[in-house]
């Protein structure tokens, strides 16, 4: 399984942009990169996926290097509803099961 | 995006007895299901993977005598947690994948809000 490396912890100010970043130097060609959060004693909360190309949506926006060997999570302007873990995926090859392998993720506190 | 249940939402049980945990998918057929488990301050640990229909797949450590789960139909998965002892307290989350989902990469996946066990 391709393993991913994020930093423990994040601060950032409300109303600015967090950026999120993943390191999956071992990634495979057909590996999709997912970001997930959770939120203190919740179930993770899916935010978005990507290839190889730059993905954008309602929550957030994915920066995938060229060589795909690390990635940037954007969330454009930071709310206190954003404080939560943040966590980075490999997901497994789908003839192998496609299975979620959750790491340690970064903790991100917005702060007013 | 989809919508997952558990039930219950928390439970607490007596050592020995066991526990069955429900999961759901609300508005979309699961083909597959998975079952983690979360100690605190830590991350999520799957557990197991079950298909509808046929035999849970158990990661490595993880007691499948203990751990019982069933995905009888399309819609619902349950985990059976059975001799429950204090060190089974946990967040037990379940998370359904659907097949041919808006998500362009063959299905997508969703997490259900979690269920809170604690054995006396």
């Known amino acids: 399984d391709a393993k991913t490396t994020q930093p423990p912890s994040m601060d950032c100010a409300e109303g600015r942009a967090a950026n999120l970043p993943c390191n999956h130097s071992?990634?495979?060609?057909?590996?999709?990169v997912y970001w997930y959060r959770q939120i203190h004693s919740q179930g993770p909360q899916y935010i978005i996926h990507?290839?190889?190309n730059n993905e954008t949506n309602e929550m957030a926006s994915l920066i995938i290097t060229e060589d795909r060997k690390s990635s940037t999570l954007i969330l454009p302007h930071a709310t206190l509803r954003d404080t939560a873990v943040y966590y980075c995926i490999v997901r497994v090859a789908y003839n192998q099961g496609g299975k979620l392998i959750f790491g340690q993720g970064t903790e991100l506190s917005v702060k007013p | 995006g989809a919508v997952v249940s558990q039930h219950p939402s928390w439970v607490i049980c007596k050592s020995g007895t066991s526990v069955k945990i429900e999961c759901r998918s609300l508005d979309f057929q699961a083909t597959t299901m998975f079952w983690y488990r979360q100690f605190p301050k830590q991350s999520l640990m799957l557990m197991a993977t079950s298909n509808e229909g046929s035999k849970a797949t158990y990661e490595q450590g993880v007691e499948k005598d203990k751990f019982l789960i069933n995905h009888a139909s399309l819609t619902l998965s349950t985990l059976t947690v059975t001799s429950a002892h204090p060190e089974d307290s946990s967040f037990y989350i379940c998370?359904?994948?659907?097949?041919?989902?808006?998500w362009g990469t063959g299905y997508e996946q969703y997490f259900g809000p979690g269920t809170r066990l604690t054995v006396t």
């Open positions: 998370s359904a994948r659907r097949l041919a989902g808006v």
């Open positions: 990507g290839l190889k």
């Open positions: 071992t990634i495979s060609g057909n590996e999709y």
